[in-house]
């Protein structure tokens, strides 16, 4: 009788251990899907505010802060177009461009992306005609391609890169680049952070390029280059 006993008070205690194991999955279980539920919440919410910020518009205040980033210690001599640009820090600060101390380009304007932007201007008058930013990461390259065919003679062409110029980068396409003064474009790689300012008919190399590397080992950011600069003075073509 004591040894039934005993068994059954053993086999009980195992139920109950049993119990609570099953309770306990459920309760991780349940704990589980309410964490991935307020996870999923809190991108989602995040997602809107970025994109109200995004559908922000570009005020005068927001114009006149930004245009400090356009001042130049030396002015250009008459019939020559003063550029400033600027990429890179990371994929935190994108590009700017300032044309005749005016800001062209920049994130708080929302004319610029990941990848490549480019800015074509009247090689003649240095009004601005178009631009266009594609990403080279993610999206085919024929969008790019499209928008390099059948560039004006004279043109200028100011191109920024931003967090990853080169992935989806054909050999046609750096071909594109390097009929209009680009030297570096061959070796353009992941991650490197390159400026370039060319133009359609040019005879041999501009003068107007810069290229950081992505290197493990000179990298100031973790996995990104620093940040790139580039300034000058393009004759505008007389005649």
């Known amino acids: 009788m004591k040894r039934w006993q005993a068994k059954k008070?053993?086999?009980?205690?195992k139920d109950r251990h049993g119990d609570e194991e099953v309770a306990?999955?459920?309760?991780h279980a349940v704990r589980t899907i309410i964490l991935i539920l307020a996870s999923t919440f809190f991108i989602l919410a995040l997602l809107i505010i970025l994109n109200q910020i995004n559908e922000v518009p570009y005020t005068s205040e927001q114009k006149e802060q930004d245009s400090l980033y356009c001042d130049r210690k030396e002015p250009c001599p008459p019939q020559h177009l003063s550029f400033l640009m600027r990429s890179g820090a990371a994929n935190v600060v994108g590009p700017?461009?300032?044309l005749e101390g005016n800001l062209?380009?920049?994130h708080s304007m929302?004319?610029?992306g990941e990848g490549l932007t480019i800015l074509f201007v009247n090689g003649k008058t240095g009004k601005v005609l178009r631009s266009d930013h594609f990403n080279m990461y993610s999206e085919d390259v024929t969008k790019l391609m499209e928008f390099m065919k059948d560039i004006p003679p004279s043109t200028l062409v100011f191109v920024l890169s931003f967090d990853d110029p080169a992935t989806k980068l054909t050999d046609k396409a750096r071909e594109i680049f390097q009929e209009l003064g680009s030297t570096a474009i061959k070796t353009i790689g992941f991650r490197?952070?390159?400026l370039f300012v060319g133009a359609n008919g040019i005879k041999g190399p501009s003068p107007?390029?810069?290229?950081v590397k992505n290197d493990r080992d000179t990298n100031k950011y973790d996995g990104w280059p620093e940040m790139a600069k580039l300034e000058g003075?393009?004759?505008l073509k007389q005649g």
């Not at 306990?24 to 309760?27: D, F, Q, Y």
């Not at 107007?208 to 290229?211: D, N």
Request: net charge negative.
């Open 24 to 27: 306990s999955k459920e309760v």
């Open 110 to 112: 929302q004319n610029v």
């Open 9 to 13: 008070y053993t086999q009980a205690a």
């Open 96 to 98: 700017r461009l300032c």
């Open 233 to 235: 003075c393009v004759p």
């Open 104 to 106: 062209i380009l920049s």
């Open 208 to 211: 107007f390029e810069v290229v």
């Open 192 to 194: 490197d952070v390159w």
